[in-house]
C-alpha cells in the first residue's frame, strides 16, 4: 500500500490577481503548484497551511474560504490536498523554498503547467474566484 500524504494549498488572492509558484527542490522540481505543504500529526488544516506559508514564503495569510478536496495517485505515493482561499495580512512575500513565481489572472490558470494534483482544482478555484 501506498503512503498517504495529507497537504494543504493556499490559493493567495490580491486584488484580481493569484499567486503561483514552482518548486525549486525534489522530485516535481520545475513544476507549478499552489504554495502549501504537509500537515503535521495533531496540527488543523488551517495551522498547517499558515505555518507552511511563513516558512515557504516569509508571508502570513488570512484563510477566507475552503475550495475543494483533491485526491491524486502520484508513482509513489497518495496524495490528499485541500485547498484553500487565501489573503495576505501584509504584502510582503520572499520565496524561500520556490525557484520562481509569479501573479497571474484566473484567465491564465490554463496556461500554466501545474502539477497534476493542482491541475485537478482549476475549476473549482475559478469557481471559488468571482471577479
Not at 494543504?8 to 525534489?26: E, W
Not at 525557484?99 to 484566473?106: C, G, L, T, V
Request: hydrophobic residues 40%; charged residues 35%.
Amino acid at each position: 500500500m501506498k503512503k498517504v500524504i495529507n497537504v494543504v494549498a493556499a490559493v493567495i488572492k490580491k486584488d484580481k490577481l493569484i499567486f503561483v509558484s514552482q518548486r525549486g527542490y525534489g522530485e516535481f522540481k520545475d513544476g507549478w503548484e499552489f504554495p502549501g505543504g504537509k500537515v503535521n500529526d495533531g496540527e488543523t488544516e488551517e495551522k498547517a497551511l499558515k505555518r507552511e506559508i511563513k516558512e515557504e514564503l516569509d508571508a502570513d495569510i488570512e484563510i477566507d474560504k475552503f475550495i475543494c478536496s483533491v485526491e491524486y495517485e502520484y508513482p509513489n505515493f497518495f496524495l490528499n490536498m485541500k485547498v484553500y482561499l487565501t489573503h495576505l495580512n501584509k504584502p510582503h512575500l520572499e520565496l524561500l523554498e520556490h525557484e520562481a513565481s509569479k501573479w497571474i489572472n484566473k484567465d491564465e490558470l490554463d496556461e500554466i503547467a501545474f502539477l497534476p494534483a493542482d491541475k485537478l482544482c482549476l475549476n473549482k478555484i475559478k469557481e471559488a474566484i468571482k471577479d
